[in-house]
């Protein structure tokens, strides 16, 4: 998938080699949620068995995977008159309440448990990251106090609050930290993490597919 940015697979390979792998990559990774699925249910489900620490939360996990799952994978069929209909032993005025649409199982969930706990959850995280940058970016040298404003204009940036505050100073500053400071600094930044990532990933997968990697089997 990298060479396919630089050459032109479909005369290399005689055909779109990337569409292929992406395939493979699709198929890879539903074999790889199913796994995921099955690791989260079978670890926590044996610390509820145990009544290990916090088993509470863990039987909470288990319930909510099977909650948010099983309502929204059980198959619909469209009947003859253009309705829904599941099996012959769910009432057919039930059916809008299995699948992923609207008003189903699987909606209500999402819309009124699952999306107001995680905004909550980035709503104390924005706490918990400005008490970090406290304690990290404090203003010992040059360069400690270029990164505590550059976080600090960031923080306020991203919150209505502070863009306000932002705007007493001009109308063009939030503007301005969004083109050079998000879409310039932190753009080149990130994408040199990433570039590191991927060669990290690519050479841990070689060492793994050669048979030198063997610490995710249990072996030193």
Do not use: C, H
Not at 92 to 100: P, V
Not at 147 to 162: E, S, Y
Not at 166 to 177: A, H, M, N, Q
């Amino acid at each position: 998938m990298v060479i396919s940015f630089f050459f032109d697979n479909e005369q290399i390979f005689g055909q779109k080699a990337e569409e292929f792998v992406l395939q493979w990559v699709t198929i890879v990774g539903g074999f790889a949620l199913v796994l995921g699925v099955f690791s989260i249910v079978r670890v926590n489900a044996r610390a509820v068995a145990m009544k290990s620490r916090d088993w509470p939360f863990k039987l909470m996990t288990v319930v909510s995977v099977f909650a948010m799952a099983v309502p929204a994978m059980l198959p619909v069929s469209k009947s003859s008159n253009g309705g829904k209909v599941l099996f012959s032993i769910i009432p057919e005025s039930w059916g809008s309440l299995f699948g992923t649409g609207p008003n189903s199982i699987y909606d209500w969930l999402f819309n009124y448990l699952d999306s107001p706990m995680m905004e909550t959850m980035f709503a104390m995280l924005a706490f918990f990251i400005a008490s970090a940058a406290y304690r990290a970016f404090r203003a010992r040298s040059a360069d400690a106090t270029l990164l505590l404003l550059t976080a600090l204009l960031v923080m306020l940036w991203r919150v209505p609050m502070g863009e306000a505050f932002l705007r007493l100073f001009g109308d063009s500053v939030p503007d301005y930290i969004n083109t050079f400071i998000m879409n310039g600094f932190n753009v080149a930044v990130q994408r040199g993490i990433i570039i590191g990532a991927a060669l990290g990933a690519a050479s841990m997968s070689l060492r793994i597919m050669l048979g030198i990697e063997r610490t995710y089997m249990g072996k030193g």
